[in-house]
């Protein structure tokens, strides 16, 4: 079954504004780790949790973790029209390192 | 150095075709991946090695053939493959399959199966 649960699904805001998008999962994690696909193109990784930190902050990115609730959130502030993209959280089943599982994603389109 | 390539770009191919996809990392890593991710939705695991040594398959059909002949390369091999089987084909690489480890990840291959 799926880890990662993304909200909303899709995302559209103005450039400048920021955007905040969602992730629950299910089971215990060991790190929470967002990435971004560009159109049909590879991810790139953004940002690392531990599921000892609450905050963690990265440029523009800031993310959240609540272990007691299992979500987690993406702010990018001030985006940019560069920023569109889809933002995937991933998930390791605790003590299963190597087994990645996405959520569905939240398609963000920043329009100029 | 810290790209995965991957070769080739697009592919198509029929039900009956034999083919090949490639993928090649040279920042160390000893953890590679394969992914399939079907349009709008996200990437799902399909096989991992560690150490050259597959650790992971999940349940993935056996026209879909895994090959890592060392460290930098990974390969998968395709058969008698299916219409549904049309995807993006992600490879990725890591440290060493440890926890807290980041994926790299290549472009991809887009394959279509006719």
């Given at each position: 079954?799926?880890?990662?649960?993304?909200?909303?699904?899709?995302?559209?805001?103005?450039?400048?504004?920021?955007?905040?998008?969602?992730?629950?999962?299910?089971?215990?994690?060991?790190?929470?780790?967002?990435?971004?696909?560009?159109?049909?193109?590879?991810?790139?990784?953004?940002?690392?949790?531990?599921?000892?930190?609450?905050?963690?902050?990265?440029?523009?990115?800031?993310?959240?973790?609540?272990?007691?609730?299992?979500?987690?959130?993406?702010?990018?502030?001030?985006?940019?029209?560069?920023?569109?993209?889809?933002?995937?959280?991933?998930?390791?089943?605790?003590?299963?390192?190597?087994?990645?599982?996405?959520?569905?994603?939240?398609?963000?389109?920043?329009?100029? | 150095d810290?790209e995965?390539t991957?070769?080739?770009?697009?592919?198509?191919?029929?039900?009956?075709?034999?083919?090949?996809?490639?993928?090649e990392q040279h920042m160390g890593h000893?953890?590679?991946?394969?992914?399939?991710?079907?349009?709008?939705?996200?990437?799902?695991?399909?096989?991992?090695?560690?150490?050259?040594?597959?650790?992971?398959?999940?349940?993935?059909?056996?026209?879909?053939?895994?090959?890592?002949?060392?460290?930098s390369?990974?390969?998968?091999?395709?058969?008698?493959?299916?219409?549904?089987?049309?995807?993006?084909?992600?490879?990725?690489?890591?440290?060493?399959?440890?926890?807290?480890?980041?994926?790299?990840?290549?472009?991809?291959?887009?394959?279509?199966?006719?």
């Amino acid at each position: 079954s799926q880890q990662g649960e993304e909200d909303p699904q899709a995302l559209s805001i103005q450039e400048g504004e920021n955007a905040t998008m969602n992730c629950s999962y299910k089971t215990s994690i060991n790190n929470l780790q967002w990435y971004r696909q560009n159109s049909g193109r590879g991810l790139v990784h953004l940002i690392l949790i531990r599921s000892n930190e609450r905050e963690k902050h990265s440029g523009r990115l800031r993310v959240t973790l609540d272990t007691s609730k299992k979500s987690s959130s993406l702010l990018i502030t001030a985006s940019r029209a560069a920023d569109t993209a889809s933002y995937f959280c991933a998930t390791d089943a605790k003590g299963y390192g190597q087994n990645f599982v996405f959520g569905p994603g939240t398609r963000l389109s920043v329009l100029p | 150095d810290t790209e995965v390539t991957q070769t080739p770009k697009h592919l198509v191919m029929g039900m009956t075709n034999k083919k090949s996809l490639k993928c090649e990392q040279h920042m160390g890593h000893r953890a590679m991946y394969w992914y399939k991710q079907k349009a709008k939705k996200p990437p799902e695991l399909m096989f991992v090695y560690s150490y050259e040594k597959l650790s992971i398959n999940e349940s993935v059909p056996s026209r879909f053939s895994p090959e890592c002949p060392n460290s930098s390369l990974l390969n998968l091999h395709l058969h008698a493959l299916q219409p549904e089987d049309s995807a993006l084909y992600l490879c990725a690489s890591s440290q060493d399959g440890g926890i807290q480890e980041t994926q790299y990840f290549g472009p991809g291959t887009r394959l279509l199966v006719l």
